[in-house]
Structure formats: structure tokens, C-alpha cells
């Protein structure tokens, strides 16, 4: 006998043996004009002014973005404020680490790494996300934000002024 329960099949579906399936990182990688401390001043310091929170956020286009402390915080115009992520590992300005729960549940979060590194043309900014494993649906969780990213990254090489593809050379 097998089992206590010899005349069925395992409890709670033990027979299923198959492993939580690891979801690869969503990796991203723009290079921007300057310095590797200008790129994560611009990053850390002047999210407010390129994330684009009408897209990409929890109360619109009307809110804040911001690294306070070891918050990252959005705050909308009426003051109510949402935690996008707690800094765990800030090592300016080569990196910083955080979970990451924006637009999550409160009781998940995935893991952000953002590397800044001096390439010949300017600094080279690699943002690394993956831990979709804890999330409702992960795969979907993960595919949000393959395709967030480079919209995100977008707006930040914009901002750091990376002319966009159709922009005239001078």
C-alpha cells in the first residue's frame, strides 16, 4: 500500500511532479550621450520628467515619479502615493537594485537591476527584470513588461537626448 488512501490517486494533485517553470529576464539595453553619472542622475534624479506615467503608472499623467530614500514613489496630485519599489542595493552611479511592484499586487514583486557602464559613445544603461515566478500570471506579467520597457527606455533616451529614428541629422 502506497498510500493511506490506497483506492484513489495522491492528495492535493501530489502525483503532478512538474516544476515551477523560471520565466527568462526581460534584459534592455540603450546607450545615452554623457557621462556614466549624468545617464544615472537622469535615471534616478529626473524620472519625473521622462517616465511617462499616462502609460506607465498608477494615477496618470498628473502624478510624480520619484527615488526617495529607499522608495520608488509615485505620488499623484491629490497626494495619495503608491510604492513602485524598495531599494535594496544602491551603489550610484553604477547601479541600483529594487524589488519592483508596479501596478502589481502588494503581495508579489519582481526584481529590477539597472547597470550604468561608459561605452565610447556615452554610457551604456542595462536594466535587467525578471522574478515573474510569484506573480498571478506570470507569463503575461512578464510579457507586460517585455514590451514596456523599450517604450519606457524610449522616453528616457529622449529625454537624455538621443534623437528619435526619424528625427533629421544636422
Known amino acids: 500500500m502506497d498510500s493511506l488512501f490506497s483506492h484513489g490517486n495522491e492528495p492535493f494533485g501530489s502525483n503532478d511532479k512538474s ?3 523560471l520565466l527568462e529576464p526581460v534584459v534592455n539595453t540603450v546607450v545615452v550621450p554623457g557621462s556614466v553619472s549624468h ?10 520628467l ?12 498628473g502624478s510624480y515619479v520619484e527615488f526617495e530614500e529607499n522608495l520608488i514613489l509615485e505620488t499623484a496630485d ?9 531599494l535594496d542595493d544602491w551603489q ?13 499586487s502588494a503581495l508579489w514583486s519582481a526584481e529590477l537591476l ?3 557602464r561608459a561605452v565610447a559613445d556615452g554610457t551604456e544603461v542595462r536594466v535587467f527584470h ?4 510569484g506573480a498571478e500570471n506570470p507569463a503575461a506579467e512578464r510579457a507586460r513588461y517585455l514590451a514596456a520597457w523599450p517604450l519606457i527606455l524610449a522616453k ?12 533629421a541629422k544636422g
Open 114 to 116: 539597472v547597470v550604468f
Open 50 to 61: 521622462w517616465w511617462p506615467l499616462d502609460m506607465f503608472g498608477v494615477y496618470g499623467s
Open 78 to 86: 491629490d497626494g495619495r502615493t503608491s510604492i513602485w519599489g524598495t
Open 130 to 133: 525578471e522574478g515573474w515566478e
Open 39 to 48: 545617464a544615472f542622475a537622469g535615471f534616478t534624479d529626473h524620472t519625473h
Open 92 to 104: 550610484p552611479p553604477l547601479s541600483f537594485h529594487a524589488t519592483w511592484g508596479l501596478g502589481s
Open 156 to 167: 528616457y533616451c529622449r529625454f537624455m537626448g538621443v534623437p528619435e529614428a526619424g528625427d
Open 19 to 21: 516544476p515551477i517553470e
